[in-house]
């Protein structure tokens, strides 16, 4: 797959990625990559396996890579009340909120972004509320060794059928990430669509906490009609049609997310998941149109 810049006829930049159909095709290429937040909803499994109390939109909460919005952070601290958790419990790390309205907001508020903010607080939390219920340690949740990490190693492993030892890494929130290929992560999704339709209903009814302003999962479930999607760093994007039960991946090379959003939206209007429409012109400062972004599969 390659998506191209053409700027009065002369392709001014170009970016390469992977485009796989469905778990079911034959793929041409076995590589393996980190799951990184496409794991996310892979995780919360453990979460219905093991009869966690949260609602749909904490539910959702969880399983998203969140914009760090005013109505993110407060979903964050009831799930923090409710399983009586203290802020620094929290092993995610701080980084400004992913939506901008927020950063400029909080600068002119003169505030400094918390864990709450942290685009992988919700699955923190998630993680931190099995903890409390199985009577696990909290303070070493993130490590490799501790009990929770084992089991999500052993759940996405069992779910995305990988059968070989492919590398495991530290996620950039700091816990443990695998790697498989693209029909692994393919197959663990129609696992989840298949078996937990307490995720999918909670995503499908709150888009807006799973993700928020301006990302790519958060508009795609907006602009269409029963098809999930989420994102991941590296140029990763799963998207399921739940009613033909068609799933593809994408995954940019050079990790480019604005190449990735036009691949997404041109892949889902030309397998008819959808119709969403979106701007692949190249405009100079004045609105004259100078060109288009293709997509060629």
């Known amino acids: 797959m390659r998506v191209e810049y053409i700027r009065d ?9 992977y485009f796989l ?3 079911n095709h034959k793929p041409d290429n076995n590589y ?3 799951l990184r937040s496409c794991a996310k909803p892979l995780q919360a499994s453990l979460l219905i396996d093991n009869d966690i109390d949260l609602s749909l939109e904490e539910l959702a909460f969880c399983c998203g890579s969140h914009a760090g919005e005013a109505c993110h952070i407060e979903v964050a601290k009831k799930i923090l009340k409710k399983f009586d958790l203290k802020e620094t419990d929290l092993k995610c790390g701080i980084h400004a909120p992913l939506s901008r309205s927020m950063q400029d907001k909080m600068l002119l508020r003169g505030e400094k972004p918390n864990a709450f903010h942290n685009n992988c ?10 903890c409390k219920v199985k009577g696990w340690d909290i303070k070493t949740y993130d490590s490799p060794e501790h009990p929770l990490q084992v089991c999500i190693k052993k759940k996405i492993n069992e779910m995305c059928e990988v059968k070989e030892s492919y590398p495991v890494t530290t996620d950039g929130c700091g816990v443990p990430i695998l790697s498989m290929s693209l029909k692994n992560m393919l197959i663990g999704y129609r696992t989840l669509v298949e078996n937990y339709p307490q995720i999918v209903n909670a995503i499908l009814k709150n888009p807006y906490i799973y993700g928020g302003e301006d990302r790519l999962d ?3 479930i907006q602009k ?11 140029g990763l994007c799963i998207v399921f049609d739940l009613k033909t039960k068609d799933s593809f991946v994408v995954k940019m090379y050079d990790c480019s997310m604005p190449a990735r959003r036009i691949a997404v939206f041109e892949i889902i ?9 979106y701007d692949n012109t190249i405009k100079t400062i004045q609105g004259k149109i100078v060109g288009e972004v293709k997509v060629f599969l």
Do not use: C, M, Q, W
């Not at 006829?9 to 990625?17: I, K, N, P, R, T």
């Not at 209007?269 to 429409?277: P, Q, V």
């Open 9 to 17: 006829g002369l392709v001014e930049e170009y970016h390469d990625g």
């Open 21 to 23: 159909l469905n778990s």
């Open 32 to 34: 393996p990559y980190y």
């Open 121 to 130: 607080s919700g699955k923190h939390l998630g993680f931190l509320a099995i």
């Open 218 to 220: 958060t508009e795609i």
């Open 224 to 234: 269409t009609d029963n098809v999930i999607a989420k994102v991941g760093a590296g």
């Open 269 to 277: 209007n030309r397998l008819g998941f959808g119709k969403i429409e």
